[in-house]
């Protein structure tokens, strides 16, 4: 999986529903759009990404907040 893709296409989604006003809802509805057209894999390649520190520094802070969200309880 090409990171760098996933890397970029998380970020242009995350500026796109950022827009809203209410960061939680944006953050939900990230999220949600993840969870809802992004195949396993590229939610795996994201989440991976989001735990290297050179990964993270790329990601905006509303995809690192939707990662959160996505990730599975401990």
Request: with cysteine; glycine share 6%.
């Amino acid at each position: 999986m090409n990171t760098d893709y996933v890397l970029r296409m998380a970020n242009q989604i995350g500026d796109a529903l950022g827009i809203n006003p209410d960061q939680e809802q944006a953050v939900r509805d990230l999220a949600e759009h993840l969870k809802r057209f992004w195949e396993p894999r590229m939610r795996g390649a994201l989440l991976t990404l989001a735990d290297t520190p050179d990964g993270a520094a790329r990601l905006s802070p509303l995809v690192c907040q939707a990662v959160a969200v996505l990730r599975p309880p401990p």
